[in-house]
């Protein structure tokens, strides 16, 4: 394996074409924390979408020494499902370092650590982001969070569910004048709006069940067999309360779209 050095000077002598050289470096992605984390800190470089830190299930130190130890590295470090004991201990420390500044999205559970100049650059992608009820709206914010941070513009409308289906026909038109690349749609309970929304548009659609169900096949189970389940072609599914994947789905999808709409 060469050094990023060695890389480099191959390319710039002719020795490696740009695209050989830009392969050679996306392996370079290992940062390791002794004993905790490998962490895949250069991810957003080959993949698209950067690692997240996800802190459910961690102890709030490991929280803390693996998402400063990607900050070391990283302009940028996004940490998911964060506990109020998780985005405490994570916004005092951020307050001891000079260049950090803290970004705390409480209805996501998303706390985000960027360098005081750092900036997200405009992809021109554009997202889509549909809930059928404001309970689904944290995993929505998920979604919402990731999408943006990899330069989309997001166009969200909450609660429009098939309860009361006439609410979704003014947001669903403002999506179709924004020729929006992808849809996200968030819902619980029998999960119908996914199916109705890919039925309408000419998009993919990313349904997203959300575990806001209960009783027979409650936690999402209904929801997710029921999205799985949908007869209208173009909808993907993720897994329950999965608002990240589905904001890392639709980030690829939006800024590969962009990408060529610019050219």
Request: proline share 2%.
């Amino acid at each position: 394996m060469f050094t990023v050095k060695e890389i480099l000077e191959k390319a710039v002598c002719s020795e490696l074409t740009i695209e050989e050289a830009e392969k050679l470096l996306r392996l370079h992605v290992i940062e390791e924390l002794e004993g905790v984390a490998k962490i895949d800190c250069k991810r957003e470089y080959r993949k698209g979408v950067p690692e997240i830190i996800l802190a459910e299930n961690k102890t709030v130190q490991d929280t803390v020494d693996i998402s400063m130890k990607m900050f070391e590295v990283n302009d940028r470090v996004i940490i998911s499902r964060c506990t109020p004991q998780h985005i405490e201990a994570l916004r005092a420390i951020v307050s001891t370092v000079s260049d950090a500044v803290c970004e705390i999205n409480q209805k996501a559970r998303i706390v985000i650590i960027k360098k005081k100049n750092y900036t997200v650059e405009d992809s021109g992608g554009r997202v889509g982001l549909l809930t059928a009820g404001t309970s689904d709206i944290s995993v929505a914010e998920e979604a919402k969070v990731i999408a943006e941070e990899m330069g989309c513009s997001v166009y969200a409308e909450y609660d429009l569910g098939v309860a009361g289906i006439h609410r979704l026909l003014e947001p669903l038109k403002k999506l179709i004048i924004k020729d929006v690349d992808v849809i996200v749609v968030v819902a619980g309970r029998e999960g119908a709006l996914s199916s109705v929304i890919a039925g309408m548009v000419n998009v993919p659609v990313i349904a997203v069940p959300t575990s806001n169900s209960y009783g027979f096949g409650g936690k999402g189970v209904c929801t997710l067999m029921a999205m799985l389940q949908s007869c209208s072609l173009g909808l993907a599914v993720v897994n329950i309360d999965s608002g990240i994947a589905a904001g890392a789905i639709a980030t690829l999808i939006a800024n590969r779209v962009a990408k060529f709409r610019k050219h």
